[in-house]
Nanobody
Framework: QVQLVESGGGLVQAGGPLRLSCAAS????????MGWYRQAPGKQRELVAS???????NYAGSVKGRFTISRDNAKNTVHLQMNSLQPEDTAVYYC????????????????WGQGTQVTVSS
């Protein structure tokens, strides 16, 4: 069984920082990509940032220059440093991981965390 657990969400004033963390645990064999998505009320879930196992990073245009994704392959963790937060960044943030398990080492599927709320007040 695999779990992704996010932490670090909360309420912050506009212009402030927050750091999100996500830890993957369980019977993991290999993790390919890891990433962060967000979903605001009434909107579709959208990509925020992603990072491959080799370190290739992709950001949504709206967060470039403000957010930084990082990953610790040894600990199966991914982090999202969010600076200069704006009210439009308010959303539930989800991490995901494309991984295989010890019982099916060649079968990769996407796992999601439960989400963490980020609220930015103006």
């Amino acid at each position: 069984q695999v779990q992704l657990v996010e932490s670090g969400g909360g309420l912050v004033q506009a212009g402030g920082p927050l750091r999100l963390s996500c830890a993957a645990s369980g019977s993991i064999f290999r993790i390919n990509g890891m990433g962060w998505y967000r979903q605001a009320p009434g909107k579709q879930r959208e990509l925020v940032a992603s990072v491959t196992s080799g370190g290739r990073i992709n950001y949504a245009g709206s967060v470039k220059g403000r957010f930084t994704i990082s990953r610790d392959n040894a600990k199966n963790t991914v982090h999202l440093q969010m600076n200069s937060l704006q009210p439009e960044d308010t959303a539930v943030y989800y991490c995901n991981a494309d991984l295989s398990t010890v019982s099916a080492t060649m079968v990769f599927r996407l796992y999601w965390g439960q989400g963490t709320q980020v609220t930015v007040s103006s």
